[in-house]
């Protein structure tokens, strides 16, 4: 399963650096079903952060990176995903009030990377990367199909 999920990113983001599949316009609509406002989307709230390397009626993929001692703005993840954490080290994890959701320091036992994990459709919240490398991973969006 994770090697056909990492199939899918790299195919993903050769078609987007060949140019073959157009960037999405951050300006559309959320989908539906969103419980945020699509001002706070990721790319349309933290473009700085959030790359989109494909987008179609049943994805959408980002190439995120928050570089070293920042902190991203707030935003939010309408769709559940499938990240591909490539590099990171110590970072916090903020609600949209501030408040600290994770703090990467406090954890017991060390994250290792590459990492791979499902995460449900994310609430606003902001990553600030405490450390001197970017955090840097991919994020599928797997997007809800109507039946």
């Known amino acids: 399963m994770r090697a056909t999920i990492l199939s899918t990113v790299i195919f993903a983001v050769s078609l987007s650096a060949s140019g073959l599949v ?6 559309e609509a959320a989908p539906a079903g969103c419980a945020w406002p699509q001002s706070i989307d990721a ?3 933290a473009p700085e952060n959030h790359r989109v390397l494909l987008e179609n009626d049943r994805v959408r993929v980002l190439d995120v990176v928050v570089l070293p001692h920042t902190k991203e703005p707030v935003h939010a993840h309408c769709s559940p995903s499938v990240l591909y954490v490539m590099q990171a080290s110590a970072f916090i994890d903020y609600d949209a009030n501030g408040k600290a959701l994770l703090d990467t320091r406090d954890l017991k036992t060390p994250l290792t990377f590459p990492l791979t994990m499902w995460k449900d459709p994310e609430a606003p ?23």
């Open 22 to 27: 157009a960037a999405a316009n951050p300006s």
């Open 125 to 147: 919240h902001a990553i600030e990367n405490l450390s001197d490398q970017p955090l840097h991973l991919i994020r599928v969006e797997l997007k809800q199909q109507a039946r």
């Open 43 to 45: 790319v349309a709230a």
